[in-house]
């Protein structure tokens, strides 16, 4: 006789596939057959990361289970089965297709839908919900043939919601009921920073405003009419205006059901019958629905235990705190955000400049923090909400919590995560505090954040932790005197700044050289490339001479950047901006002999695409014949320095830019560096040049020149910083020469010089003291160094170009000279560009009519 119970679970999402992984990985384990319904076509997935299927993530990085880990694990899933019915008293669950399935325990984990507002219009084609992956793919394949969408909602999954129909590149509208954005979440002037910010992205956002109706055409969607009579157009639209528990089967059998819907638990999750857990979004604990992973996860080991035969674990209130980046901007909300706490005071900082907000609310006695807001910067949350979590004290100065580190003052930055107990909740995901991380940091001698998440799962939830666990490790691995490995990967135990000073004292020539002294193996994609930068930024020899040119990366190997469809772009260097009429005659020239897409870059080059491997030389050798030179636009390297047009023509003008910007530009191009590098040279203040959005970056005065550093664009813009005023042009060199050499010799590898600053100590006192007051004695010798790549700068396509050798890499094929016939190209703007994946398979042939003869 069988004496294993019998176990059905119904649904298999997150806390479903949680339940079954605990139970099947425990020693509650033995005894039970488990089957488990699933009325989604696929295995339970991660809906917390759903909108990454729209950042290339695809379905199949959201995989949490697989149909063999189940078959091993012994349980059994009945994959797109809806159970429809559950019999009590006969203890059968019911499928759709007709099965009957008997349980001697059940666990419902059927989570929420979400809920649509009963609008008129809402069953036209265009409307959608965002909740499962098949809502995602429903609402990709319509978005390809419309412009407009909206999303009905403003909450933390609207605006998710309104980040994916930007992404697919459709003009987006939020349209909020309530007058703020995420009302739960933030305050009035958290709503309207974050506001602010997302309008700065081109989203339109419509706060309140009640929707109501869709209006539908033709069985479509074309716009939505609001209450106060206004209209807008738009062509889908995505509800997103809260989730209501899907309790309907404990509803038909019999289950008590909390008066705001969800089937009522207790605190071990077991419902009104005894043999029925619920657990997940369907339960309702405590009169109350948890629309967050984390309870649900809490609930799906509590169910397990309590199959197990009990245990002391129940359920308490839970932490409804959230940070989430939305639209890029990070939003978080933790505690009593909104002061509700009798006595509470507000210690706020507001930053419009910078789309900042942050709230901290403390104690009545000014003791403890009791929660707060953060908008457009939340790296401190974790920490804070540690801190209300663990009743830790406050700093003297609260607001040194919120405040940024400024550059030489020991003040703000918040606390040191070597401050908080152990017993602070790192990660709110998997429950994860600061003891045990440091616990299995000590005992398991963990060494790398990958290995910490491995170990105790914190930080592979939402995310959100990671940074904290990874300052915690840093702090651990101090105190233990282990010394971490700063090596640029596996070949070289040095960081770059430490080989770069090797490579200097033991003037090596080559990789090889450095390799046998320093390093162990033949090298890899990181450190080639990294040595080989050095080694230019040092001896300044020709990238791709006999030792040098098996190290470079695919850009700096064909000396032009490499495109999506595998052809290449042509940038002349055009310094300060200044061009001939003969020179843009010829740029023209070029690009109608070769069919090149031509466009003007925002830092005054023109760039022309679509250059095969094979064309480059011979485009070279018309544009160096016209007195253009390489631009270095593929590597590491100075790329531009931009000018405004100054006192030469503007009536503003205090001094004449172009021509610095010029100068700048020849003194300092084809030095290579550990980054990129921009530049900017503006005529007076009004700054039309943007020269501090660069990484080096000057503007007139009436006496001379203000010198700004380390400021960029990119991913994260940082404004640079004024290292010194009122400067003549000599003086502006100097100082650019010995910055820049500093920067050089001590940045990592990649890092741009924003970057670099912020983790300099003392920051820009700092460098002005190295740079200007020469305090560490080594101005001369940065300034030498300078001098040596000036003295030995070779435009490298004129090197190319004399050498038959080198022009042999520059063929497609190594044994033929024709182009490569793989190149479709789609007309575009009386131009073109290479075709997409799809339209590449519908063509039956290349476009040869767009490949000119050479
Ligand atoms: C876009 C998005 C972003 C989110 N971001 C976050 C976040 O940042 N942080 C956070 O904490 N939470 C977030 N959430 C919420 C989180 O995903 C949920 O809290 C969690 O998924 C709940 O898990 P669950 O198993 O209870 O429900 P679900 O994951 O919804 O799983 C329930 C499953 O049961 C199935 N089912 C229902 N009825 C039946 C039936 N009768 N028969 C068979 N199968 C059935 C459903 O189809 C579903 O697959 C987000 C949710 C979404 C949609
Ligand atoms: S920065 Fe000054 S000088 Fe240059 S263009 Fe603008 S207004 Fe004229």
Redesign the pocket.
Same mark, same amino acid.
């Given at each position: 006789m069988n004496s294993r119970r019998r176990l059905v679970v119904v649904g298999n999402g997150m806390v479903g596939h949680r339940f079954v992984d605990q139970l099947t990985s425990g020693p509650q384990s033995d005894g039970w057959d488990v089957t488990v319904f699933c009325d989604e076509t696929r295995l339970a997935y991660d809906r917390v990361n759903l909108s990454k299927f729209f950042e290339g993530q695809g379905a199949d990085g959201l995989t949490l289970a697989t149909a063999e880990h189940y078959a091993a694990a012994g349980v059994r899933v009945l994959v797109g089965q809806n159970a429809v019915a559950v019999d009590r008293a006969a203890k059968v669950v019911r499928s759709s297709t007709g099965q009957a399935v008997p349980y001697d325990r059940l666990v419902l984990a059927t989570g929420s839908y979400p809920f649509v507002p009963a609008l008129e219009g809402r069953e036209a084609a265009g409307c959608f919900v965002y909740r499962t992956i098949a809502d995602l793919e429903a609402i990709r394949a319509y978005a390809a043939d419309v412009s407009v969408g909206a999303v009905v909602g403003g909450g933390l999954l609207g605006l998710e919601a309104a980040n994916a129909l930007r992404n697919l590149g459709l003009e987006t509208h939020v349209v909020e009921m309530a007058a703020r954005l995420m009302p739960l979440q933030v305050d009035e002037i958290g709503g309207a920073v974050l506001k602010r910010r997302i309008e700065a992205l081109g989203v339109g956002v419509h706060t309140g405003m009640a929707t109501k109706r869709i209006l539908v055409e033709e069985g479509r969607v074309v716009g939505l009419q609001f209450a106060d009579g206004g209209q807008l157009d738009t062509a889908m639209v995505v509800f997103s205006a809260g989730i209501r528990p899907r309790d309907e089967l404990g509803r038909a059998c019999g289950l008590a059901i909390a008066s705001r819907a969800g089937i009522v638990v207790d605190q071990h999750c077991r419902t009104s019958d005894p043999d029925i857990f619920a657990i997940g979004e369907c339960a309702s604990w405590d009169g109350r629905v948890y629309g967050l992973v984390a309870p649900g996860y809490r609930m799906a080991e509590i169910a397990v235990e309590q199959l197990g035969g009990g245990g002391d674990r129940h359920l308490t209130t839970f932490d409804m705190s959230t940070k989430l980046k939305l639209l890029g901007v990070d939003v978080a909300s933790f505690g009593d955000a909104f002061g509700l706490d009798a006595g509470a005071h507000t210690v706020s900082l507001v930053d419009t400049v910078a789309g900042v907000y942050k709230r901290l609310v403390v104690s009545a006695d000014k003791q403890r923090l009791l929660g707060g807001i953060l908008v457009g910067d939340a790296a401190a949350y974790n920490q804070l909400l540690a801190m209300v979590q663990t009743r830790t004290a406050l700093p003297a100065e609260p607001d040194e919590l919120i405040l940024p580190r400024r550059e030489g003052s020991t003040r703000g930055g918040g606390l040191s995560p070597a401050n908080l107990p152990a017993e602070a909740l790192i990660c709110s995901c998997h429950n994860v505090s600061k003891g045990e991380i440091c616990e299995a940091i000590a005992t398991k001698n963990l060494l790398d954040v990958p290995s910490v998440k491995k170990c105790t799962k914190a930080g592979s939830g939402c995310g959100s932790c990671s940074t904290l666990v990874g300052e915690i490790l840093k702090v651990e691995l101090k105190k233990a005197g282990v010394t971490v490995n700063h090596g640029i990967c596996e070949h070289f135990p040095h960081s770059r700044q430490e080989l770069f000073h090797l490579v200097r004292v033991k003037r090596h020539r080559t990789f090889d050289e450095v390799a046998e002294a320093h390093g162990k193996g033949a090298g890899c994609e990181i450190c080639k490339p990294a040595v080989a930068s050095i080694l230019a930024s040092l001896w300044n020899e020709y990238v791709l001479g006999p030792d040098h040119a098996g190290l470079q990366d695919t850009n700096d190997r064909a000396l032009a950047n490499m495109q999506r469809d595998g052809t290449y772009s042509v940038v002349p260097r055009v310094p300060g901006g200044e061009i001939t009429p003969r020179q843009l005659i010829v740029l023209g020239e070029v690009a109608e002999r070769f069919g090149l897409y031509s466009k003007i870059t925002g830092a005054q080059r023109v760039d022309l695409f679509g250059a095969t491997l094979d064309q480059l030389p011979a485009i070279w050798r018309q544009l160096i014949a016209a007195g253009f030179e390489s631009g270095h636009a593929y590597g590491k390297a100075l790329r531009t320095v931009k000018s *405004?047009?100054?006192?030469t023509w *503007?009536r503003?003008?205090v001094q004449d830019?172009v021509s610095f910007a010029i100068r700048l530009e020849n003194r300092y191009k084809g030095l290579r560096s550990p980054h990129k590098l921009k530049a900017a040279a503006?005529? *007076?203040a009004?700054? *039309?040049?943007e020269a501090q959005g660069k990484d080096f970056g000057v503007i007139a005065t009436e006496k001379g020149y203000n010198l700004y550093v380390c400021g960029n664009g990119g991913m994260k813009p940082q404004h640079a910083q004024l290292l010194a005023s009122d400067l003549d042009e000599d003086t502006v060199l100097r100082y650019v020469d010995r910055f820049l050499m500093f920067y050089v010799r001590t940045a990592d590898r990649l890092e741009r010089t924003a970057t670099w600053l912020n983790k300099l100590e003392g920051g820009i006192e700092y460098l002005r003291r190295v740079v200007v007051d020469d305090a560490l004695g080594i101005a001369a010798e940065l300034e030498a160094e300078m001098k040596n790549v000036v003295d030995t700068y070779q435009c490298e396509w004129t090197t190319t170009l004399g050498d038959p050798d080198k022009l042999k890499m520059f063929r497609t094929f190594v044994n033929s000279d024709a182009p490569d016939p793989g190149i479709v190209r789609v007309p575009l703007r009386q131009q073109h560009r290479p075709a997409t994946v799809e339209e590449r398979q519908s063509m039956v042939r290349p476009a040869e009519t767009d490949r000119r003869a050479q």
């Open positions: *405004c047009v100054g006192s *503007c503003f003008g830019s503006s005529g *007076c009004r700054e *039309c040049a």
